[in-house]
């Protein structure tokens, strides 16, 4: 198992921890595993690790960091040699040490401007089934009850250089790109676990923060996302839509803070031989949004 | 990209080669990528690579070998120094030298009497859509369609044995297991790709074939293979229906040589770190079809 | 609004009246409108009136009666002097009299041996949501929570003769039948509604029930009734799968005492002028279930 | 059978038939059943009726007329006296005389400037599957292929007269409406067959045409309708979304000429002794939109 096996978690910031903590475990439907006074830890009902969200009590919303998966130990070892070869200042922390089940990790800050997390060893809760003859489904899921992680979306300034860093220095492979017309990346999407993105960069200011998104199995999933967002009268910000890059479908809305999450589903395998997409300038609008075929200016402008 | 990526592709015997490419490419919808006197190779709409599926014409119905993909090179050397560790006897073979489109293959006979490719290199082709602004399928898809590949089911004697050498020797992982009551495996599935299997292993004669599996989005793309199946006069043998063991929903049925084949979606992801669970004999009726509860007598004596 | 608007209710006999009623309402997800100490009556949510089941505790299981909706009062006359006129008894009750909340009804055993209730004005307590501004659905929905009735099937020896008296006398239309080889109907479908049925008739004792079923919107909606069933324990008889007969799909299960239950979407409109669909005897496996093409015993020989 | 059946078919304009044939057959993928200089006939594929769209050549686009069903011939009779009775002018037109399969019609000039006409006895083509041992659909259908016809949108200036003229003269029902802080109505929704709406007004300019809907049969289908849109170039409007009136699921979109057409799902069973539903001004928004909560300028003011 070598190098990053996925995106782990992301710790993101709420001003009102209550309200969020009821936001995401009863619309979105996340799993509360831990709770004290300034964080809480969910995860999606069938991740079987310790938690996939942080919530930080903050004066603002926004992104603390992210964290990606390794399952060897030694490749952490591996990846912080790779990071302080890159030049990149590097920080090693113990287990529990950055918080409730956290693991061995390297901390680093990338030239996006994002706290980055390389994590062995999280602490492991399973998923609520029994291991023995199991039923489908445990019977309890509330709200959207996505079962796991899937992907992140960041912006920053310098596109191209964090897509070189990612893939030369932290191993991602590029699945699909939208080039600007004068040929730098406005937009990369990267993997580790061949599917379309685990991570994707969109220019803007550096640590900003877009949206983190939670899988679902289908496009039916998010029509009930999109109506338990309607009833608990929470703002969609678009879809429930077909995504040109990735393929894939998804609905955003915000978390009471500000954040933008979103439920995405399908996308396609990709293979580490397999050739990347390229979108141009001009087709923006259909490798964002492929039905309407325009972005429309609240989600180029409202992130953190 | 340390070891075995994924299945790659099975070559499977029918006696009526022009039948089966009839079968497989206008009632399942697979890609025909080249077809010579006495095979034919085609390949899921959404593969880049050059086949998934070889037909051979043969006078049985079975299976000849099935291939998996090792993305480096110098896996494949590692991964033979492995096998040739283990005892088991190798041969290697030249880029073209095993059929169109072959890569650098390291072939073995493993302790179940299946024939198993290790390929490096196989022609790609592309999944049919430009790498420039594409749309998000093709226009031309006709039948089932499924995207790609996903997984193989095998029978042999001893599944403790074939089991301990995939996760040994070949470092697969074991996700799900049916005991029987007298301790030993009458069920294993095993996976290189972080989902509930890449293959599997039922008690049965050695080199047996039991399915062949190919992948689609959703359960109502379940309900369209159905139809399809039933408008062509295409024998189902069970579903569409939930599996217990991988949690996935299927539908099986066989091509016009009797060999089974099987449209799966869902499923889940599964870490490296996470628990396999256990089925007791007495619930194997629910490991396999959950709503059922109970597999019908031809599930287990037909194959080949 | 001449004549029948549709199938209004059925009334069901079970042994066992809690745990009847705990299976209705929790793995169903009916709603339960008004108990009492040997009948409960329930509905689907969006049913705006009281009931469309009543369960009675009696030693066996089976159906007590049917009844259909009668929109004008003026109607149940006209309907009643048509029944009259070919021979049938009949009785006429005062609202309430013949349970909690029904209407002014007209009874009378069909040729079948069928008890049948002509029903108008029966009491309207509304589907749960507010009448201004209302959500999408209510939130507080369990099990498969099917949101209406939509079809009965019964069983009886003559199926020529009360498929004339269903047209003839209560003025339903024929949308499909299955016929003997000897020219005799096995199985006829018939409507009120414009859909494929709102009552079936199939060979078999006179009196017989087969199964009542509630109509989900979706081929999704099955699988969440299929998993539901999955979850509790609940016997599966068949299905999910696609009628060849209505061109529907739907699932078939049992209550605790025995009575068959289905969930059932799909179909097509049927307009009075179109010509009814012919099965022959030889493919009656294909018109019931068409991806296995053949019945399975317990369909055709399991009910009360 | 009295009274008005059904929505039966529209009439619509298009300067380029030939290219509107085009889209409506392979983009909408309807069925074209008879072709003439100046004028197409298309029906959805389930449609036993001659047609349920006409495509006229004119030099603009919008909406000639539109016509309902009515099975009994006296009832023709019937409800052209009520027109007559409530001044309205009425012409009678034999079968044939208003185009090609055209059957006895009642044309009149409704209120609210639509010509309307009511018809008995169009053709009956059948829905291409064979009457006896039918596949559950044909093989050859195209692109979104929607089964049938569901319902109209038009415009007038006073939507409270046309509603009350709808209801008192022509026997429909009031399923919901949209009231004005000032008392009026603003969009009302009108039913014969039981389902939320058969044709709804929007407060806007005399005669004029918001959109025809087909309907199809799953959420999962207004996806490959839009993907449809997408692979084709054609101008999405709005959706996949809900909408809070009706509770239905649509896509809206534009023929080349730039009529509205919807692709509909969904709804709800409508008795005819079930209350209205009410939204206010304050929430047309959600009544129209249920995600957004909001519509779109180009919802309200493109039609024409």
Redesign the interface.
Known sequence: ??GI??LSHAEVRVPDLELALAYYSEVVGLVVTHSEADKAYLKGW?E??HHSLVLAAAPTYGLNSLAF?V?ERSELDRLQDRLVAAGISTSRHEPGELGEASGETVRFLAPSGHTIDLEHGQG?V?NG?P???????P?NLVGMHP??LDHIFLLCEDVDAITAFFTDVLEFRLTEQIMADDGHQLTTFLER??TPHDIAFLTGPDGGFHHLAY?V????DL?TA??T???HGI??DA????H?AT?G?GLYFFDPAGNRNEVYT?G??F??????????EA?MG??IF????QVQQSFMSVHS
């Open positions: 198992m070598s096996l996925r069938d079987h690790q998966k399952v492991q399973g089934l291991l023995l003859n199991p039923p489908p489904a019977d079962p796991r676990t061949h899988w199995d289908e496009w039916n029509r999109a109506d967002c309607a009833y703002q969609i879809g429930p839509t077909r040109g393929r479908c399908g396609y395998h293979d580490p031989d397999d050739e990347p997409t390229t979108w141009t087709e259909r490798a492929t039905y309407k075929g």
